[in-house]
C-alpha cells in the first residue's frame, strides 16, 4: 500500500460545509486502497480572528505567545475533520504538531523544521487509521510550540511527504492545477498536466501564487511529487515531477508569470571600484528588504549605474536609505519607479532551444512595449516593464509562445 | 518566596478587558513578592462555540477528537493572557497541560489526574517569570490531549498547588466568597471569612456552588490551603481551612445550604429481605443515574418502604425504571415526587453542640413547613421538603441560627 498525503487550506476547510467536502473527498482516497495522511490549515479567517484579538490586548504580538495562540486555530480543524471521517465510519485521528512529532528550530512565526519523528503515524496507519495533521506548526527541542509562517501547511504536507516516503503530496487549494498564465489575464491560458520542479520555482517566485516558493524547494530537496490540484472540483490537477520527459512535442516555454508588486531603484554614478554592491546591497538586506532583480553595468567614465527591485511595499524605505548611501558613496543620485512590472518566460525546454529571447523582445516591441530591464537565467527570461502593460505583454507573449495550443 | 496558584474561571477571562483585569490583579500579587502560577478557563462562550460546530459534523462528539477540540479553549486564553502579562513589562510563560506535563488517565472528557511534572515550571519561577497555564487539560501517558471534565479548572489549579506545595491556591469567581446562604434569597447572608474543609465540602456538595465538590475533595486530600475570592472585585474571600479553630465564640452552624435540583422516589412494600437496597439501586446506578439521601424504613408487615432522590433531570428515567424492579421484586408500587427541595444546616460546631436538629426542626414548624424526609450526618441535618418553601426556609433557618450576626 502506498502513503498518499493531502493537504486542505484554508478556504478548503472554511466552513462546516466545506469540511464534510473534504471528509468525502478523503474517503474516496482511501476507499481506492491508500495510506492517508492529510494536513489541514485553519479555517479561513480563524488566524485573523486570533491575531486580532491579540492586537488588542499587545500590539506587539509577543513571539512564543502569538504561536501558541495562532496553532489553536490548526488543532480546531483537525479535530472536526476527524469527527466528520468517524461519522463515515473511518478510523480517524489528529494529531497536533507537536504530537507528531514535527520538530523545529525556536524560530517563532517562521519556523524550520528539523526532524519529524513518524513512528506514531506509521503504527496508526498500519492500523488502517486515517491521520489528520495540524499544518503551519511544530514544536522545538524543549516542547515550545512553533509555527511555520506564510505558506507553512504546504511545508508541513511535503515535509511529512518527505518522512514517510508518499507516494505523492497533493496540495488542495482554490485552483484546479498550475497555468501557461494567470486565466483571469488570459482567458485562453491552459493547465499544464505536469511541470518540471524547476519551471515550478520559477513559476511560483515569478508570481503564479499557487505555491508558496518555499514548499516547492523543500520537495525538490526531497524529491517529493507534489501535484496541485482543487479541492472544489473534480480533476488531475499539475502534478510538478523531477525528470524532464524527452518529448520531441513538448513546448519550448512552460508557462508565463507575471509580478507587479515590485518597484525598480537605481543609483548613479557610483564611483566603480570593488565593493560597491556589497555596500549598497548589504545595507538594504540589514533593513531585512528582500531585492530581486540586481543589474550593473559600467559607464563609460569609471562609474556604475547600479539598478534593483524591491517589493512595491518597502519602496519609500529603501529609497530613503538609498539616498543616504549615494551620499556616502558620493554618487551621482538615486532614481526610482513604483509603476512596474515584471514579466517572464519560463521553461527547461529554453536549455536546447535558441531563439527565446529573441521572439520575447521581437513579441513586446510589435505591441510598442519598451523594456526597462532584461534579467536572464539557464530556463527563464525577465524583463521588467511599465506595469500598466503588463496584460498586454502577457497576453501577446502567451500567444506568440503558442502557449494556448495543446501540445 | 512563597509559590501562589490562582485560577481564574470562564467569566473572569471572557473579554479583552477582563483578561487585562485579569493582569492587572496578578501583576499586584507578583508585586507583592510571591511566585505567580495562574491557571486559566476558556473565555465564557468558547467551548460552547467549539461544541456547536463539532455536533453540526457529528453528534455523537467522538471523545478523543471533543477534546483535541475543546482544549483549545484554554489555549488561547493562556496566550492572551500571557500577552496582558508581558505588555505590562513582566516575563511570562505559557503552558498547554500537555507541556507542564500534566499527565491523566485516558478517560477522554472525565480524565483524572496522575502526576504532574512541576520541573519545568519551578525553573521558570525560578527564573522570575509568571506561569500561566490552560486548566481543564492534560495529556495520557502516549501524549493524547484529554480533559478533566466538569470543574476541570479548579482541579487543575488544586493539583498544580499540590505539586508545587504552594502557599495557598486561589480560586478566582464570580462570587466575593462563601455565603452562610445563598445572598440571592438571604439578603442578610454573610460573606464567611474561614470555612473548615469539611464544612465546605458539605456546602458544595449541598448546593451553594460556589466550588466544585471534585477541587475541594482534592484540596483535602493533599490539604492544599484553598481560598475563593472575586475576579470583580478585591476582598479577602473565603479560606477554606483544615484546622477547627477553638474558638469560643465560633458558630456552632456554618451556612445554610439548599438544592432545588432534586426528585424523590419511593418504591413501596418491598418484601424485606437481604439484598433488596443492592437490587434496587444496583439497577439505577447502571443507568449512570446518581442518588443522593437513601432512607429506609422497616414497617410492620415484614415489607420495607424505600425512597431516595435523584438529580430532577433523571426522575422520569428512574421511575420508568423503578417500576420494572417494582414488579420483579413483587413490592407494592412506586411513587415519587419532583417538586422537592432539600435543605441543609452545616457546620463542624454541631459534633460538640446538641440541639440543632431539634432548632432546625422546630423552626420549620413554626412556618408551617412540612419535612418529608430527614438524613444527617456528622456535620450536618438535611430536610426534604416541598419545593416551594425553599426560600421561606432558608431565610427562617438563617435567622434562627443567628447566622446574619457577626461572630
Same mark, same amino acid.
Given at each position: 500500500?502506498?502513503?498518499?498525503?493531502?493537504?486542505?487550506? !484554508?478556504?478548503?476547510?472554511? @466552513?462546516?460545509?466545506?469540511?464534510?467536502?473534504?471528509?468525502?473527498?478523503?474517503?474516496?482516497?482511501?476507499?481506492?486502497?491508500?495510506?492517508?495522511?492529510?494536513?489541514?490549515?485553519?479555517?479561513?479567517?480563524?488566524?485573523?480572528?486570533?491575531?486580532?484579538?491579540?492586537?488588542?490586548?499587545?500590539?506587539?504580538?509577543?513571539?512564543?505567545?502569538?504561536?501558541?495562540?495562532?496553532?489553536?486555530?490548526?488543532?480546531?480543524?483537525?479535530?472536526?475533520?476527524?469527527?466528520?471521517?468517524?461519522?463515515?465510519?473511518? %478510523?480517524?485521528?489528529?494529531?497536533?504538531? !507537536? *504530537?507528531?512529532?514535527?520538530?523545529? =528550530?525556536?524560530?517563532?512565526?517562521?519556523?524550520?523544521?528539523?526532524?519529524?519523528?513518524?513512528?506514531?503515524?506509521?503504527? $496508526?496507519? =498500519?492500523?488502517?487509521?486515517?491521520?489528520?495533521?495540524?499544518?503551519?506548526?511544530?514544536? $522545538?527541542?524543549?516542547?515550545?510550540?512553533?509555527?511555520?509562517?506564510? #505558506? #507553512?501547511?504546504?511545508?508541513?504536507?511535503?515535509?511529512?511527504?518527505?518522512?514517510?516516503?508518499?507516494?505523492?503530496?497533493?496540495?488542495?487549494?482554490?485552483? $484546479?492545477?498550475v497555468y501557461?498564465?494567470?486565466?483571469?489575464?488570459?482567458?485562453?491560458?491552459?493547465?499544464m498536466?505536469?511541470v518540471? /520542479?524547476?519551471e515550478m520555482l520559477e513559476l511560483s517566485s515569478l508570481g503564479a501564487?499557487v505555491l %508558496?516558493i518555499?514548499?516547492v524547494?523543500?520537495?525538490?530537496?526531497?524529491?517529493?511529487?507534489?501535484?496541485?490540484?482543487? @479541492?472544489?472540483?473534480?480533476?488531475?490537477?499539475?502534478?510538478? @515531477?523531477?525528470?524532464?520527459?524527452?518529448?520531441?512535442?513538448?513546448?519550448?516555454?512552460a508557462g508565463i508569470a507575471?509580478?507587479?508588486?515590485?518597484?525598480?531603484?537605481? +543609483?548613479?554614478?557610483?564611483?566603480?571600484?570593488?565593493?560597491?554592491?556589497?555596500?549598497?546591497?548589504?545595507?538594504?538586506?540589514?533593513?531585512?528588504?528582500?531585492? =530581486?532583480?540586481? +543589474? %550593473?553595468?559600467?559607464?563609460?567614465?569609471?562609474?556604475?549605474?547600479?539598478?534593483?527591485?524591491?517589493?512595491?511595499?518597502?519602496?519609500?524605505?529603501?529609497?530613503?536609505?538609498?539616498?543616504?548611501?549615494?551620499?556616502?558613496?558620493?554618487?551621482?543620485?538615486?532614481?526610482?519607479?513604483?509603476?512596474?512590472?515584471?514579466?517572464s518566460?519560463v521553461?527547461?525546454?529554453?536549455? @536546447?532551444?535558441? !531563439?527565446?529571447? =529573441?521572439?520575447?523582445?521581437?513579441?513586446?516591441?510589435?505591441?510598442?512595449?519598451?523594456?526597462?530591464?532584461?534579467?536572464?537565467?539557464? +530556463?527563464k527570461?525577465?524583463?521588467?516593464?511599465?506595469?500598466?502593460?503588463?496584460?498586454?505583454?502577457?497576453?501577446?507573449?502567451?500567444?506568440? /509562445?503558442?502557449?494556448? *495550443?495543446?501540445?
Amino acid at each position: 500500500m502506498s502513503i498518499i498525503v493531502e493537504k486542505y487550506g !484554508g478556504t478548503s476547510v472554511g @466552513s462546516i460545509e466545506r469540511i464534510n467536502a473534504v471528509a468525502e473527498k478523503v474517503s474516496k482516497s482511501y476507499a481506492a486502497g491508500d495510506q492517508m495522511v492529510i494536513v489541514v490549515s485553519a479555517m479561513s479567517g480563524e488566524t485573523n480572528r486570533l491575531l486580532e484579538m491579540a492586537k488588542e490586548i499587545n500590539p506587539h504580538l509577543p513571539a512564543r505567545e502569538a504561536d501558541v495562540l495562532v496553532s489553536t486555530g490548526e488543532q480546531v480543524t483537525i479535530a472536526l475533520l476527524c469527527m466528520a471521517l468517524i461519522k463515515r465510519g473511518l %478510523q480517524a485521528r489528529s494529531y497536533t504538531g !507537536g *504530537q507528531v512529532r514535527i520538530e523545529t =528550530d525556536t524560530s517563532h512565526g517562521r519556523a524550520r523544521i528539523r526532524n519529524i519523528d513518524d513512528s506514531r503515524i506509521r503504527r $496508526d496507519l =498500519d492500523e488502517g487509521k486515517i491521520i489528520v495533521v495540524a499544518g503551519y506548526q511544530g514544536v $522545538d527541542n524543549e516542547g515550545n510550540i512553533t509555527t511555520l509562517g506564510r #505558506g #507553512g501547511s504546504d511545508v508541513s504536507a511535503v515535509a511529512l511527504a518527505a518522512a514517510l516516503k508518499a507516494l505523492e503530496c497533493r496540495i488542495y487549494t482554490d485552483v $484546479d492545477g498550475v497555468y501557461t498564465a494567470d486565466p483571469r489575464i488570459v482567458p485562453e491560458a491552459r493547465r499544464m498536466d505536469e511541470v518540471t /520542479f524547476e519551471e515550478m520555482l520559477e513559476l511560483s517566485s515569478l508570481g503564479a501564487k499557487v505555491l %508558496q516558493i518555499r514548499s516547492v524547494e523543500f520537495a525538490g530537496k526531497y524529491k517529493v511529487p507534489l501535484r496541485v490540484l482543487s @479541492s472544489f472540483e473534480d480533476g488531475p490537477g499539475t502534478l510538478i @515531477s523531477y525528470e524532464v520527459k524527452r518529448n520531441m512535442e513538448r513546448a519550448v516555454i512552460a508557462g508565463i508569470a507575471h509580478n507587479a508588486d515590485e518597484a525598480k531603484l537605481t +543609483i548613479t554614478g557610483v564611483p566603480d571600484h570593488p565593493g560597491v554592491a556589497h555596500t549598497i546591497l548589504g545595507r538594504i538586506a540589514k533593513k531585512g528588504i528582500n531585492v =530581486d532583480m540586481i +543589474i %550593473q553595468n559600467v559607464a563609460a567614465d569609471k562609474t556604475t549605474d547600479f539598478t534593483f527591485t524591491v517589493p512595491r511595499t518597502d519602496y519609500e524605505n529603501a529609497k530613503t536609505l538609498l539616498k543616504k548611501v549615494s551620499t556616502e558613496l558620493a554618487a551621482r543620485g538615486v532614481t526610482g519607479d513604483n509603476t512596474i512590472a515584471k514579466v517572464s518566460v519560463v521553461g527547461v525546454g529554453m536549455r @536546447s532551444h535558441t !531563439g527565446v529571447a =529573441d521572439l520575447m523582445f521581437a513579441t513586446l516591441a510589435q505591441e510598442g512595449i519598451n523594456i526597462r530591464m532584461i534579467s536572464t537565467s539557464e +530556463i527563464k527570461v525577465s524583463v521588467i516593464i511599465d506595469d500598466k502593460y503588463t496584460e498586454l505583454a502577457v497576453r501577446a507573449l502567451h500567444k506568440a /509562445f503558442e502557449l494556448d *495550443q495543446k501540445k
